[in-house]
């Protein structure tokens, strides 16, 4: 399994933005298809945002438009650039690494959204 740790919550206002990062271990992270989650209290952890060793992007229809994801092969990382913010986005962000049928989770990252 590949190691990941997240970095980069916190506390935002309504239409504010935030920047996930996400260092993951190992040496062959480029062919890692990276995805980040989000489980809000009482609620299922669910897709947020999902990119594949070539490139292609994949977004949950709330966040299309708000939402970008990005990987950075040469540094292991993996960013969410997370912009005009709801309070409905507030969650534990998990960052997630998919290589074969090998899955890998990180720790967890709180952001909250309120006023």
């Known amino acids: 399994q590949v190691q990941l740790v997240e970095s980069g919550g916190g506390l935002v206002q309504p239409g504010g933005s935030l920047r996930l990062s996400c260092a993951a271990s190992g040496s062959i992270f480029s062919a890692y298809v990276m995805g980040w989650y989000r489980q809000a209290p009482g609620k299922q952890r669910e897709l947020v945002a999902r990119?594949?060793?070539?490139?292609?992007?994949n977004y949950e229809d709330s966040v299309k438009g708000r939402f970008t994801i990005s990987r950075d092969n040469a540094k292991n990382t993996v960013y969410l650039q997370m912009n005009s913010l709801k309070p409905e986005d507030t969650a534990v962000y998990y960052c997630?690494?998919?290589?074969?049928?090998?899955?890998?989770w990180g720790q967890g990252t709180q952001v909250t959204v309120s006023s």
């Open positions: 997630n690494a998919l290589y074969g049928s090998t899955w890998s």
């Open positions: 990119i594949t060793s070539g490139g292609n992007t």
